[in-house]
């Protein structure tokens, strides 16, 4: 039973009780009603006689009269006490009653604005999922045709060479097989120098530039020099160089040993890089990197690309999935970046 409730009940009781109450009050008046015209009986019979004792019995039935007069009288006084303290427990009832139905009332009202809020919040985030996603839709079908993957390979002949070749056609061969197949734009450059990347760039302006190579733990890149020993690039100059890119450049990778840092750095600049934090071998190397451009082909974001090309390295069971490692640029989410558009 709610407290309201059980004040309305207390409310009822109390009103019976003054019924009652009243009913008893009005017997009692009646009682008195009855006496008084006992007495005036009395005495007109008192008045007719003219015997001494009929009259001392008359007198004598008088008193007895009054004194059931004053008995009722002070029933009624009693009742009336009653009464008036059954009718300040009824108006001490009707006030909580009165409060406790404000109370409720403002409950409600608060329920309600709040009810009206979180509607109002519902539909407001409603609203901007559905033009969150108008966005994200109208930023795929405004996606390139073509994308163009500017792949720059250098393996000094004073290096481990790397069989950076079959990494090559490993690529290819993923971006044949794919949905998108013809939206890939895949130019190689062999032996890099350093004074190449800048060239390359502007005259393919990639959307993807891949180097493929060693690197040092020292975050430098091991580049081509003029007599085909090694040149190394440090790490700012590399950032540097993808500061002042092409605008269409979205994504670097590293395919190169400790590249982290390098990757980290670059997506400064760009939207997302791809590093490794260890040495890497060859052959996990190039199966990462062909199903990761193999996932792009088919439309999938950087994210679920980068996630597939990580699957592959368990599938073929080779342990180094946990070596490259996917870079965002801040404020930015992997899994809303897209290359292509799926409904290509």
């Known amino acids: 039973m709610s407290l309201l409730d059980s004040y309305r009940n207390s409310f009822q009781d109390y009103s019976k009780k003054i019924s009652a109450s009243q009913i008893k009050k009005s017997k009692e008046s009646e009682n008195i009603s009855k006496e008084n015209s006992r007495i005036q009986s009395l005495q007109r019979q008192i008045r007719n006689s003219n015997s001494l004792s009929t009259v001392t019995s008359k007198m004598r039935e008088i008193e007895r009269c009054n004194s059931n007069i004053a008995k009722f009288q002070a029933n009624i006084a009693k009742i009336e006490k009653e009464i008036a303290s059954f009718e300040n427990k009824k108006n001490e009832y ?7 139905e404000t109370k409720i009332s403002k409950q409600n009202q608060l329920k309600t ?3 009206n809020r979180e509607q109002a919040r519902v539909m407001a985030n409603l609203s901007n ?7 994200e839709i109208k930023k795929l079908k405004e996606l390139p045709k073509k994308i163009k993957v500017l792949f720059m390979a250098s393996n000094p002949r004073d290096q ?4 950076l070749d079959i990494e090559v056609r490993s690529i290819e061969e993923q971006i044949l097989k794919a949905q998108h197949r013809d939206s890939i734009v895949f130019e190689s450059k062999w032996a890099v120098r350093p004074g190449d990347i800048l060239h390359y760039m502007n005259t393919c302006e990639p959307t993807i530039v891949h180097f493929s190579g060693h690197g040092s733990a020292n975050d430098e890149l091991v580049l081509m020099g003029n007599n085909d020993e090694t040149r190394l690039v440090s790490l700012d100059a590399i950032v540097q160089a993808m500061s002042v890119a092409n605008d269409n450049l979205r994504l670097v990778f590293f395919n190169t040993c400790f590249s982290y840092n390098q990757a980290s750095r670059v997506t400064e600049h760009v939207e997302c890089a791809i590093g490794m934090i260890q040495s890497i071998s060859d052959e996990a190397a190039q199966k990462f990197s062909a199903q990761f451009y193999s996932s792009i082909s088919f439309g999938h974001s950087i994210q679920k690309s980068f996630n597939q090309a990580k699957a592959a390295l368990m599938l073929e069971g080779i342990d180094e999935m946990h070596i490259p490692q996917l870079y965002v640029k801040d404020g930015l989410s992997a899994d809303d970046i897209y290359l292509l558009s799926a409904d290509d």
């Open 129 to 135: 999922s559905v033009r969150i996603h108008d966005i």
């Open 94 to 100: 009707s006030k909580k009653i009165t409060n406790e």
């Open 160 to 163: 481990h060479q790397l069989s």
């Open 113 to 115: 604005d709040r009810a």
